[in-house]
């Protein structure tokens, strides 16, 4: 086993989880070129900034023969295809930052070219392994993301396969901040909701637009935080569990301690408006 991995050490253990189902990969020196370009680029700069990019190692037929909703993805190519070189990709790349927006690259004769863009309403980088709570589906090629310097996360559509930091391999027995914090959280907005919601579940459509309610307000306390500049310890509780842990012989003991004013906490009183909301 490497104890650092190489372009050609990916390419083998990518080629080795590779899902079953899935198309084949090109040939291992195509597929290590591939991914030898976007390691170099992600040890470059762009006006000053580490590049931080996505890639789709994926033909336009490959695409096209995907059945997929016209909200689920689609693609643009370049007039005139481009070099697969990390200074092109250093030069693309803070087009293709945004989630979802990626470099489309494929191979024509035995030579990898940037041939256009893709813009997925999937988000690879904000949803771990697991139920996705989005509807868009993820096209089913391969998919890299350039996080900084010697860091790439592959992926197979939405299914991530491999995780490179420092040189190596790392495992994902981890969650990420979005799954983290949203999984499980539609059922406490039923509690929050106060008996609005009854026993039903509500459709999907609406039920995502719930739990992306939730990570609002979670992202929205985090980004409150890194703007100050001090630190802070956030912890999410179940809201039933909260007064057997908040007290000041308790697990949790909050030095200035709050208590709800007027109708009660803003937040539940939210969720009930957008509940009568969709139900009207």
């Known amino acids: 086993m490497p104890t650092h991995y190489y372009p050609h050490d990916l390419a083998a253990a990518l080629r080795g989880c590779w899902p079953a189902e899935a198309a084949p990969l090109p040939a291992p020196d195509v597929l290590t070129d591939f991914i030898s370009v976007l390691y170099q ?3 470059l700069e ?82 771990g392994d697991g139920p996705r709570v989005t509807t868009a589906a993820a096209p089913e090629v391969l998919l890299v993301q350039v996080l900084g310097p010697g860091s790439l996360v592959f992926y197979y559509g939405a299914r991530r396969l491999l995780t490179l930091q420092r040189g190596r391999i790392g495992g994902h027995g981890f969650l990420q901040f979005p799954m983290a914090w949203g999984d499980g959280r539609f059922f406490e907005n039923h509690l929050l909701a106060g008996g609005l919601l009854g026993p039903a579940p509500l459709p999907p459509l609406q039920e995502e637009m719930m739990v992306q309610f939730t990570l609002f307000m979670q992202r929205r306390a985090l980004a409150g935080s890194r703007q100050s500049g001090h630190g802070a310890l956030i912890v999410l509780v179940p809201t039933p569990r909260l007064p057997a842990l908040l007290g000041t012989d308790k697990l949790l003991r ?25 139900l009207a």
Do not use: N
Not at 66 to 76: K, P, S, W
Not at 263 to 278: D, E, F, W
């Open 41 to 43: 680029a992600s040890l």
């Open 46 to 127: 762009e006006e000053g900034r580490p590049v931080e990019c996505h890639a789709a190692l994926a033909t336009p037929a490959q695409l096209e023969a995907q059945a997929v909703a016209l909200t689920d993805f689609h693609f643009l190519r370049f007039a005139q295809p481009r070099a697969y070189t990390e200074q092109e990709l250093r030069r693309l790349s803070p087009a293709v930052q945004p989630r979802g927006s990626l470099l489309a690259v494929g191979a024509t004769e035995a030579e990898l070219r940037i041939w256009g863009m893709l813009f997925a309403e999937h988000v690879w980088d904000m949803w």
């Open 254 to 278: 909050p030095k200035y301690p709050i208590v709800a004013a007027g109708a009660g906490s803003r937040y539940p009183l939210l969720v009930q408006a957008i509940v009568r909301r969709l």
